[in-house]
Nanobody, 129 residues
Framework: QVQLVESGGGLVQPGGSLRLSCAASGFTLDYYAIGWFRQAPGKEREGVSCITHSDISTYYADSVKGRFTISRDNAKNTVYLQMNSLKPEDTAVYYC??????????????????????WGQGTQVTVSS
């Protein structure tokens, strides 16, 4: 059974950092594209970052480029999102998602939420002084 569990959210001051984790079970993470998405109150879910299978490519939304870094630890079957220089506009519930098909997503379409079949429950990130 495929399961994704996010953790690492919390309250942080502007300019601070957080590292989100997405722990996967029921499948081998390295074979699949994984995406991070966020949804703020009253807004649509948006793609933040994604990593394709075998770490071939990574992609970022323009709003987080240079501040966020996505990475994968295959030994732990976990994907991370390191978030630095956080801004109040980064406040949202953050979700990780996994493609249902191995070796499929290889381009920037991995930032499109409709490409994903499995989702975690989300973790709240609040950036406020």
């Amino acid at each position: 059974q495929v399961q994704l569990v996010e953790s690492g959210g919390g309250l942080v001051q502007p300019g601070g950092s957080l590292r989100l984790s997405c722990a996967a079970s029921g499948f081998t993470l390295d074979y699949y594209a994984i995406g991070w998405f966020r949804q703020a109150p009253g807004k649509e879910r948006e793609g933040v970052s994604c990593i394709t299978h075998s770490d071939i490519s990574t992609y970022y939304a323009d709003s987080v480029k240079g501040r966020f870094t996505i990475s994968r630890d295959n030994a732990k079957n976990t994907v991370y999102l390191q978030m630095n220089s956080l801004k109040p506009e980064d406040t949202a519930v953050y979700y990780c998602a996994a493609d249902a098909y191995a070796f499929r997503l290889t381009g920037s379409d991995c930032l499109n939420s409709s490409e994903y079949d499995y989702w975690g429950q989300g973790t709240q990130v609040t950036v406020s002084s």
